[in-house]
């Protein structure tokens, strides 16, 4: 694995810290650009290798699938997680909101 590129610490019940890492793209041979994340939950490590075609790609999916891990598990576990005291996490999203990522519903609109 290689060296630590990013990093940020959320808040589990304004008292746990969640860390995220995101670790230097490396270049995969015969392959795509591999970008490895890790999250430390109070109780367990969760990582995941990702890969895009190039390196800003693969941080870039990297940091949606760290999105959708980190709000579906605080909402798995009835808990609330923050970033810089809000409930928004800073984190790209994949093409859905945050509200629709987590489950809420809306009502329908008509156009």
């Known amino acids: 694995m290689s ?8 808040y589990l019940n304004n008292r746990e810290e969640v860390k995220l890492k995101v670790f230097e793209p490396q270049l995969e041979p015969g392959l795509d650009w591999r970008c490895d ?13 990702i890969f895009g075609i190039d390196p800003i790609q693969s941080i870039w999916i990297a940091m949606q699938i760290a999105h959708l891990e980190l709000i579906s598990t605080s909402v798995r576990s009835d808990g609330t997680l923050t970033w810089l005291g809000n ?5 790209p999203t994949i093409g859905v909101s945050t509200s629709a990522a987590i489950g809420s519903r809306r009502p329908a609109t008509k156009h």
């Not at 060296?3 to 959320?10: A, T």
């Not at 994340?37 to 290798?49: G, M």
């Open 3 to 10: 060296n630590v590129f990013l990093h940020r610490i959320f």
């Open 37 to 49: 994340i890790e999250i430390d939950w109070p109780s367990r490590k969760w990582s995941r290798r």
């Open 87 to 91: 409930s928004c996490l800073g984190l």
